[in-house]
């Protein structure tokens, strides 16, 4: 007889992930927007820095623009103890130690580059390294197939 599959993971009926990076201007920002375009509100969203910037970087905007994507409103924020706490995924990006764990949260480290001081061809690689991953994690939970700009 056979040994029996393990029991899948259990996936929220809305999974809630969040984005992080030191300065939440670039990499977590264009993650977060590309999986609320693939996703719409079948995930919550959020994403924060741990020592976020005062704007978003504005060749991130460039680059997202690219796409078809506008994230010229966003506005980098503070990562708080609520924002890990309400996470069922927490995804970061080049914070290391600064980003807090949390029991019970799963994470991931996306190891990207960071596109602050690169011009527009740099970003867009960084742009398009994002956009695969997103489609990979929304695959994974469970979001319906569809294309990324």
Do not use: K
């Not at 905007?61 to 409103?73: L, N, P, Q, T």
């Not at 706490?85 to 990006?93: E, F």
């Amino acid at each position: 007889m056979p040994a029996p599959e393990p029991a899948p993971a259990r996936t929220p009926a809305r999974p809630r992930v969040l984005f992080l990076c030191v300065h939440n201007a670039g990499r977590s920002q264009m993650a977060a927007a590309f999986l609320r375009h693939l996703a719409g509100e079948a995930v919550e969203v959020r994403s924060a820095g741990s020592a976020p910037a005062e704007a978003v970087n504005p060749v991130a905007v460039a680059a997202m623009a690219e796409a078809g994507i506008d994230i010229s409103r966003a506005h980098p924020r503070a990562l708080t103890p609520e924002d890990v706490r309400a996470a069922d995924l927490v995804v970061t990006m080049g914070c290391g130690d600064t980003c807090p764990v949390l029991p019970g949260t799963a994470y991931r480290d996306w190891a990207l580059d960071d596109p602050a001081g690169q011009e527009l061809p740099a970003v867009r690689r960084v742009r398009d390294e994002v956009g695969r991953r997103v489609r990979e994690l929304a695959e994974e939970l469970g979001v319906p197939p569809a294309d990324l700009p």
